[in-house]
T-cell receptor, first 113, second 115 residues
Framework: QQPVQSPQAVILREGEDAVINCSSSKALYSVHWYRQKHGEAPVFLMILLKGGEQKGHEKISASFNEKKQQSSLYLTASQLSYSGTYFCGTDNAGGTSYGKLTFGQGTILTVHP | NAGVTQTPKFQVLKTGQSMTLQCAQD?????MYWYRQDPGMGLRLIYY???????DKGEVPNGYNVSRLNKREFSLRLESAAPSQTSVYFC??????????????FGPGTRLTVT
């Protein structure tokens, strides 16, 4: 079962903030976030491990709520370079997953000047 | 280090034709994956190989076969292409998981159109 991302699309002006949510119906061991530019491959942003960790990457951070089986990606003071499609990938099998992720359907983020 | 490479980059097939998509990684990773990406559907797992010599079905394996030729190479074959297989195909390989901490490295993708 794919995790569900919301919203499906976001349009921002430079400098505005956004939150992208990822929700799973299964227990989560870790959540990965990737960004994909048009016509390119997805690129790793960060991983959140079981334990409620919050991670940061420049002005992009994320949280992980195990009980609610949810993760949120926070983009603050958005830049034009943040435009792209954001995917969450969930690891539902823990140490036996061999790196197998189930990806959400993606959130399209567009930042305008 | 090239990372994950895929060939070809683009391909157009007629219904019923066959082809093999090639993937190679030079990072000495154990696992390799094939995903397909369709608009609004995200990335869906077709097949994966947890280690050399093993392969397993993912979420959408019908119409595909795979071969893990060696540790470096993992190929995806379409025996009889159908228009529903028009998609972008990504090969990926995670650095060997240490517990749960790993990153998926993606190849550049193959854009396949079946007419």
């Amino acid at each position: 079962q794919q995790p569900v991302q919301s919203p499906q699309a976001v349009i921002l002006r430079e400098g505005e903030d956004a939150v992208i949510n990822c929700s799973s119906s299964k227990a989560l061991y870790s959540v990965h976030w990737y960004r994909q530019k048009h016509g390119e491959a997805p690129v790793f942003l960060m991983i959140l491990l079981k334990g409620g960790e919050q991670k940061g990457h420049e002005k992009i951070s994320a949280s992980f709520n195990e009980k609610k089986q949810q993760s949120s990606l926070y983009l603050t003071a958005s830049q034009l370079s943040y435009s792209g499609t954001y995917f969450c990938g969930t690891d539902n099998a823990g140490g036996t997953s061999y790196g197998k992720l189930t990806f959400g359907q993606g959130t399209i983020l567009t930042v305008h000047p | 280090n090239a990372g994950v490479t895929q060939t070809p980059k683009f391909q157009v097939l007629k219904t019923g034709q066959s082809m093999t998509l090639q993937c190679a990684q030079d990072m000495n990773h154990n696992s390799m994956y094939w995903y397909r990406q369709d608009p609004g559907m995200g990335l869906r797992l077709i097949y994966y190989s947890a280690s050399e010599g093993t392969t397993d079905k993912g979420e959408v394996p019908n119409g595909y076969n795979v071969s893990r030729l060696n540790k470096r190479e993992f190929s995806l074959r379409l025996e009889s292409a159908a228009p529903s297989q028009t998609s972008v195909y990504f090969c990926a390989s995670p650095n060997t998981p240490v517990g749960l901490n790993y990153e998926q490295y993606f190849g550049p993708g193959t854009r396949l159109t079946v007419t």
